[in-house]
């Protein structure tokens, strides 16, 4: 966002970047306190992915201003978003379905 | 010659060319840690046996490198956000904060690197290490990277408010997107690593 | 040319061509940040590279047709440690076969298509004055060359150049030679040359098109450029990721891509072990297949102007082509494991990628069909590079659709890694993209110089070119229809089966020969006619796009006196009721 913003936008801005630092450092908190609780590895796994996208997404949307950016740049971010899962997943799929032992 | 829509940005998609530029050159770092975070999950599910992280990793140290790297975040921001209301000075402090956090970072890494080192650990040990090493290693050249870039802009590069703060801004502001991506990489890369 | 005329003089064209007079010869024609400059540069540095790359071939076409008899004249001067006696020996085979597929695909298809095509062309055809990031433009093109040099520097390293296939698999090439280390190196260069410009090229296109060139006037070939970009942006960094870690496996010792008890020469390896070859094979296709619709989509884009051009005609069905385009593009992402078929794939995953391979085909036939059907009620005229579009249309075809069987996977079992796979892949990059290469060429040409290639030159390389592409290819399906394994230093020549199709090898060599023989005129025409070529006008083949209607031929410093304006779409050509048979897309009023 490189129009001029007015000042009260500038002040909200600043509101959320406390916020979403706060959110943050409270997530890593959690993050680290749900690893002491040892989950089954699959539990914990989706717990750390889960909380992981949510800082993820607060750095993405209010850091990085994703939330108020232009439609255009959004749409190539969850399109690279989309081919970047497949990347994860396809591989291990492969390989988890494959012809004998 | 002029390059039109460096600075201002273009009516009708409402961006600049610099900002464009940024986020996919972002989009295409999306897809190289893409593929190490791939090469993670296929070797971890084909391995016999996975290590713990806490067996080689060292948790704490990790913790505190995550809240270096959150709070070098909100000072890069709060930099930009600066600019915008003509603090200079303010600008001066916050980006400063930013590369020192960036280099709070790139200590506590030496010292994990060396300990394991030390302990005869190294990328060939075992791939639960090939990994870790390649992964850090990459990112943390992607630190170093923002960071120089960081310190131009710090430095030198602060010629240019003086004459055109709209450019100079926006320059910020894209270092700034970078700079907050190599966060978020660290946001993945942590618990992936170290926890699970 | 165009109702847009110039009341005052232009105020920042005419100050800034006077200052890009001041610069030294090395900032205008080495260092230079004009995409025409570095368009060219990438083009001549990549028809080197394809000619160096076919050299290799026609060496390899001696072993296979002759097996194991010595090369002539030049056999003597290869040295001991790669043909002694002037016999070529089966590692040196292998170095010559990656090394001429590596060096095709990186070195000169792509940088010619878009590096050069693209840079030059495609800010022309949008009313551009530059590329939006020049200086990054330029570094690109800087990273293509030493990529170039590193790969050449790979064939002086100690135990040859990379031998392990352009494929590089693991774990063969994890223990290959020092060249595979070097060739890692070179790719790197490669892939980041090629990132920067893909971030140049979507930037450009969206953000200095000229004022009333929406996204549905673009010409197809700017289409095509964009779409391609974005493949070359989002498929090449897993490749770069893959090439990071066997140059980890090959130089820190680590075992991303060796599993566990490997035996080397009955040796076991001293590593960890656990690594997956496949997982190489799957970073290496995610980028590869993309990589060949990089191959042929800016093709199709050329052989879609040449043919507007030369029918007199609006292309048949752009919308539909432009959404396949897109289509395709994205689709590319999802099918790269037909090329792992053979790796012990369950059916649900076969299953998967091979309905993806066959969605793939539709947007792929669309375009063609369009292209061809375009034709119809046409007033064509027969010049060189429309004889060069009009054939890649049967060879594009023969070359699409004999890549059906190979994309089902039970027809794939026989097939694979047979001839077959040779001659399906290269009639769709050689007498298809190579074929439309030539095309561009002879019609840009008078756009870069100002004067015309000789057409009688011009025809005297076709119609051999035609000839030779298929006698070297078409041997090649029956060949590997009847089991003809790939890669074979001898051409098969120990098979048991082969007497009856051994002798494909020699027609296939013959040709090869005869086709470089046919590129003598061109190359002579290429050098001749930069000072001795009929001058042109500056719109010479009367066309409707912004590159030829808007701009001297060539284009100074900036393109062009004013920012043009668009009216209209790419192609009207034979307008009703206009005098002009072609009405160019900055003319406001038809006339």
């Known amino acids: ?101 | 010659m002029e390059i039109p829509y460096t600075v201002e940005p273009r009516p009708d998609t409402g961006l600049t060319s610099g900002k464009i530029g940024i986020w996919l050159f972002l989009a295409s770092e999306v897809m190289l840690f893409g593929a190490l975070f791939a090469t993670y999950i296929l070797l971890r599910v084909g391995a016999v046996e996975w290590p713990h992280g806490a067996h080689y990793l060292n948790i704490p140290l990790a913790t505190l490198n995550t809240i270096f790297l959150i709070s070098s975040s909100v000072t890069m921001v709060m930099a930009w956000y600066s600019l915008k209301t003509d603090a200079f000075g303010k600008f001066r402090l916050y980006l400063g904060a930013t590369i020192l956090f960036g280099f709070a970072f790139l200590v506590v890494k030496y010292f994990e690197y060396s300990a394991k080192f030390h302990h005869g650990y190294y990328p060939k040990t075992n791939t639960f290490l090939a990994i870790y090493f390649t992964m850090t290693g990459l990112h943390m050249l992607h630190v170093i990277g923002g960071m120089a870039v960081n310190a131009y802009l710090w430095g030198p590069g602060s010629k240019l408010w003086k004459t055109d703060k709209e450019h100079f801004a926006n320059r910020v502001e894209n270092s700034g997107l970078f700079w907050h991506f190599v966060d978020l990489v660290w946001i993945f890369l942590f618990p992936v690593l170290y926890l699970l | 040319m165009g109702t847009t005329h110039v009341t005052s003089p232009p105020h920042g064209h005419a100050a800034h061509a006077a200052h890009h007079e001041d610069l030294s010869f090395w900032r205008r024609y080495v260092f230079s940040t004009d995409h025409k400059v570095i368009g060219i540069q990438y083009a001549i540095t990549a028809l080197l590279f394809l000619f160096f790359g076919f050299t290799l071939m026609m060496l390899m076409r001696w072993q296979l047709a002759f097996p194991n008899q010595p090369i002539p004249l030049i056999g003597g001067l290869l040295g001991a440690s790669r043909a002694p006696g002037g016999t070529m020996l089966p590692t040196f085979y292998n170095e010559l076969g990656a090394m001429h597929g590596t060096i095709m695909v990186f070195l000169g298809i792509v940088p010619l298509a878009v590096g050069g095509f693209g840079n030059f062309v495609l800010p022309l055809q949008i009313g551009a004055p530059d590329m939006s990031f020049p200086r990054l433009n330029m570094a690109s093109y800087w990273f293509f060359f030493l990529g170039g040099v590193t790969m050449l520097l790979s064939f002086f390293a100690p135990g040859g150049a990379a031998q392990s296939g352009w494929t590089s698999y693991s774990p063969l090439a994890n223990i290959a030679p020092t060249g595979q280390t070097v060739w890692i190196l070179g790719m790197i260069f490669l892939i980041t040359s090629s990132l920067l410009g893909a971030i140049n090229f979507i930037t450009t296109t969206i953000q200095l098109r000229a004022k009333g060139l929406t996204f549905f006037r673009f010409p197809f070939f700017v289409w095509a450029q964009f779409v391609t970009a974005f493949l070359l942006l989002l498929a090449f960094p897993p490749l770069e990721a893959a090439a990071v870690l066997q140059l980890m496996d090959r130089v820190a010792g680590t075992s991303f891509f060796l599993p566990s008890g490997l035996v080397v020469s009955g040796q076991a390896l001293a590593v960890s072990g656990g690594g997956n070859p496949l997982l190489w094979q799957h970073l290496f296709w995610f980028l590869a297949h993309p990589e060949v619709y990089v191959l042929i989509l800016p093709a199709m884009g050329i052989v879609a102007e040449v043919i507007a051009n030369n029918t007199r005609k609006p292309l048949w069905g752009y919308r539909p082509m432009v959404y396949s385009l897109i289509f395709l593009g994205f689709m590319s992402f999802v099918v790269w494991a037909h090329h792992m078929f053979m790796t012990g794939m369950g059916t649900t995953m076969a299953a998967f990628f091979q309905t993806t391979t066959m969605i793939i085909s539709i947007p792929s036939v669309v375009i063609l069909t369009s292209l061809i059907i375009s034709l119809w009620g046409g007033s064509i005229r027969f010049n060189t590079p429309m004889l060069f579009a009009l054939a890649f249309l049967p060879m594009f075809g023969i070359g699409g659709l004999t890549g059906l069987p190979l994309g089902l996977n039970i027809t794939d079992i026989p097939l694979h890694d047979t001839y077959y796979v040779i001659a399906h892949f290269h009639y769709v990059v050689a007498p298809g993209t190579i074929f439309a290469m030539f095309a561009g060429v002879y019609y840009w040409y008078p756009k870069v110089t100002g004067r015309a290639m000789s057409e009688r030159l011009g025809k005297l390389h076709f119609w051999p070119s035609f000839l030779f592409m298929n006698l070297i290819f078409m041997p090649m399906f029956f060949a590997g229809m009847a089991g003809l394994s790939r890669r074979l230093a001898d051409g098969g020549a120990s098979y048991l089966f082969s007497p009856e199709v051994l002798h494909y090898n020699k027609l296939s060599s013959f040709g090869a020969w005869g086709l470089a023989l046919a590129q003598i005129p061109f190359i002579v025409n290429f050098f001749w006619s930069r000072k001795h070529g009929k001058p042109t006008e500056a719109n010479a083949w009367h066309a409707t796009t912004l590159e030829w209607s808007a701009a001297p031929s060539p284009p100074p410093h900036g393109n062009f006196a004013e920012p043009p304006v668009v009216y209209r779409g790419p192609y009207e050509y034979s307008v009703p009721g206009a005098t002009k048979d072609y009405t160019p897309q900055n003319q406001g009023v038809v006339s």
């Open chain 1, 1 to 101: 966002m490189s129009d001029a913003h007015s000042a009260e936008d500038l002040k909200k801005h600043v509101r959320a970047y406390i916020l979403v630092f706060v959110s943050l450092m409270v997530l890593t908190v959690v993050t680290v306190a749900v690893y002491y609780v040892h989950l089954p590895v699959p539990a914990a796994i989706g717990v750390a992915l889960l909380i992981a996208s949510v800082k993820g997404s607060l750095v993405a949307c209010y850091f990085m201003h994703l939330i108020s950016e232009k439609k255009l740049i959004l749409w190539v971010m969850l399109l690279t978003v989309a081919f970047f899962v497949v990347l994860l997943l396809v591989p291990t799929f492969t390989a988890v379905d494959k012809i004998g032992p």
